[in-house]
């Protein structure tokens, strides 16, 4: 089975720009989560997407969204970029079965961010 | 206090002992918790996740859980210099999946 691949690997963007990051799931996988990793605050959370919707939500402002396809793809929006949000940007699928605690999340490769 | 503590080390071993990786976490309600492996410049990859209290073996890893002391730890025989990484300890928050990771503790096995 192919694993999470996400497009694309490396951006450089500048500052008041905006970027879009694409994520494909393990193929069955329903569920995308999106986080962004940094030197500083290590791995967090962004959000979730299941079934087109999103289901979770972490402390990150308005200016990061996404959304999911009915075919499982997700995307992640960042708008007007800042030099913080240089990271890298990794998503992680899974089946997504609500409630099953003991689902398990696969990472794909990343999007390494530049702001500039 | 961070909600999920782990030393960040680096911990060095020699090949061929034990290495041991703690982490404490401080919600109580957590149900489920996963150690994944970063090598520089990688993603992080699922080693094992455990949910109930005692241990859990995977070949050379043994996951061990402690809801009571709200500690989980890792423990790798047997550490080879390929075993030479940052774990990362994550805990499952707030149901469905938002993971809550730790700090990582880098790791060295030296020959």
């Known amino acids: 089975k192919a694993g999470v691949t996400q497009t694309p690997r490396y951006l450089i963007k500048t500052r008041g720009q905006q970027v879009t990051l694409s994520c494909s799931p393990i193929s069955g996988h329903r569920s995308v989560s999106w986080y962004q990793q940094t030197p500083g605050q290590g791995l967090q959370f962004l959000f979730e997407y299941f079934s087109e919707t999103q289901r979770n939500k972490g402390n990150f402002p308005g200016r990061f969204s996404g959304r999911q396809f009915s075919n499982s793809r997700s995307e992640m929006n960042v708008s007007t970029l800042e030099l913080g949000d240089s990271a890298l940007y990794l998503c992680?699928?899974?089946?997504?079965?609500?409630?099953?605690?003991?689902?398990?999340?696969?990472f794909g490769p990343g999007t390494r961010l530049l702001v500039l | 206090q961070k909600e999920v503590e782990q030393n960040s080390g680096p911990l060095s071993v020699p090949e061929g002992a034990i290495a041991s990786l703690n982490c404490t976490y401080s919600d109580r309600g957590s149900q489920s918790f996963f150690w994944y492996r970063q090598y520089s410049g990688k993603s992080p990859e699922l080693i094992m996740f455990?949910?109930?209290?005692g241990d859990k073996e995977d070949g050379r890893f043994t996951a061990q859980l402690n809801k009571a002391s709200q500690y989980v730890s890792l423990l790798i025989r047997d550490s080879q210099p390929s075993d030479s990484a940052t774990y990362l300890c994550a805990v499952r928050s707030g149901g469905y999946n938002k993971l809550i990771f730790g700090a990582g503790t880098r790791l060295a096995v030296h020959p």
């Open positions: 992680a699928s899974s089946v997504g079965t609500s409630g099953t605690y003991q689902e398990t999340q696969y």
């Open positions: 455990i949910y109930s209290n």
